[in-house]
């Protein structure tokens, strides 16, 4: 497969092989294909089916709030802490639809700290970017999306933030102006500023080894001192060197920097 | 299905249930002490939370150590592994554990045919695959997978399961090496790499 990668300047061989495989039979079944060498050649030869590939393998499942526990520990032990800076930047790098980054949002704001901070949220699929840009998301959602809300320690009316429009929530300006979002891939891309406090919730976990190292590393020189780097429920440093550099909020998957 | 009673060539042993599954997990568990040469995952459907309850039950059940699964853990021989909720449990070439969190297969993240599947294609004739009660069509395919891959297929009597829908259905769509009720389970475990 590397060829095919290469050919369209993505490189996936540093993704995880078992979770990789996965996605690439599903995708194979999903869309009828009779024998691999036809399902190569159409990714070879047709752009646009080359960016359903995109689209298929990386997984863009998400939700706002989710794993309520995590954003309780961000509002009540991590945002007061950052308080104290003139500025917050705030990185959600594996953004995809944005549910995360508008969660973040609505912390940043009942913390009083929105006015001064700056999301930049960036993920390697074009497609969910529009999505997240657009902070519109399906209303079915907003029952679950409220439960976790106010089991992360929200006090208010969660309906407040959105308003309800054909079967859609729509999320306010007032939230988005505060939100970068841009294309990165986290295989080739480099660092592009520096950062109070890094999101990559359950990306990590798609790649293997080294290309965890080498993102891990993309982080560490994208933040600041003293800045937090939070990883998925299942996620961790402890496999990684720099660990030594980094360390853990309790027993919570947030590290901090403690060492240049 | 009086063949041979023992299995031997064992690297990974992966239990998988739903409904009725954790009572039988409660009781094989006390009666095991070590795993001779082999590995152990355990998989339930659980509701997707952050709470780790189902590990310290079944750690308070087994002298065997029991693993937190953590993205890219290496998988040891001797050890206890329960996959996590909301996660699919597959796993790598090189003897660990990886995670996913697409798409919910059968209703169900972790799904037990993501699992047997993805187990079947790393560890193929050395997998022993057993499937218990539970009330869900997942684990079937994941059978068909494992048996076709080389391993072993042991499944839950329906008869002797608290929800006899999991087991029935696996029956009905393959061919397994050993169908065993709880006490019988116990056995071909315990048999495990003895000779």
């Known amino acids: ?260 | 299905m009086e063949k041979d009673k023992r299995i031997n060539g064992c690297k990974l042993l992966i239990l998988g249930g739903s409904a009725g599954s954790l009572e039988v997990l409660i009781k094989i568990l006390p009666h095991l002490t070590v795993l001779p040469g082999y590995a152990m995952v355990i998989v339930l459907h659980r509701k997707g939370s952050e709470d780790n309850t189902l590990e310290e039950l079944i750690a308070i059940k087994t002298t065997v150590p029991v693993v937190e699964v953590e993205d890219k853990t290496p998988l040891m021989p001797g050890h206890i592994y329960v996959a996590p909720s909301d996660y699919h449990l597959l796993f790598e070439n090189n003897d660990t554990l990886s995670l996913d969190t697409s798409e919910k297969v059968n209703y169900s993240r972790p799904s037990i045919d993501v699992c047997f599947e993805s187990a079947a294609d790393v560890y193929g004739h050395s997998l022993v695959a057993i499937l218990l009660s539970g009330a869900n069509a997942d684990g079937t395919n994941g059978l068909i997978s494992v048996k076709k891959a080389g391993g072993t297929v042991i499944i839950q009597e329906p008869g002797s399961a608290e929800v006899s829908f999991m087991p029935g259905n696996a029956l009905d769509n393959m061919k397994p090496d050993y169908v065993a009720d709880v006490k019988g389970i116990l056995e071909l475990i315990l048999s495990i790499n003895t000779d």
């Open chain 1, 1 to 260: 497969m590397n060829e095919i990668y290469e050919y369209h300047g993505y490189d996936f061989s540093g993704y995880s092989h078992a979770s990789f495989k996965r996605r690439i039979d599903r995708l194979y079944q999903l869309d009828g294909f009779k024998n691999f060498p036809d399902f190569l050649s159409r990714i070879r030869m047709d752009g646009d089916y080359f960016n359903r590939m995109v689209e298929e393998i990386t997984v863009n499942v998400t939700e706002m709030f989710r794993d309520p526990l995590f954003y309780k520990v961000l509002r009540t032990e991590i945002l007061p802490v950052l308080a104290t800076k003139p500025f917050l930047r705030i990185w959600h790098a594996g953004c995809s639809t944005g549910e995360e980054v508008y969660s973040m949002a609505i912390l940043l704001r009942e913390a009083n700290l929105l006015h001064k901070s700056l999301m930049y949220a960036t993920d390697l699929n074009p497609s969910v970017l529009d999505t997240a840009r657009k902070g519109v998301f399906p209303i079915r959602m907003m029952k679950q999306y409220s439960e976790n809300y106010i089991a992360s320690g929200g006090k208010n009316d969660f309906s407040q933030y959105y308003t309800a429009h054909y079967g859609f929530a729509k999320f306010p300006e007032e939230l988005s102006a505060k939100m970068v979002f841009s294309q990165h891939n986290l295989v080739s891309d480099r660092s592009f500023n520096e950062f109070d406090l890094i999101l990559c919730r359950n990306v990590l976990i798609y790649f293997d080894k080294d290309l965890q190292d080498k993102a891990l590393t993309l982080f560490d020189d994208s933040l600041a001192r003293l800045g937090y780097l939070a990883l998925g429920t299942k996620e961790t440093l402890k496999f990684s060197d720099l660990q030594k550099k980094y360390e853990q909020h309790n027993r919570d998957k947030i590290w901090k920097k403690i060492k240049e």
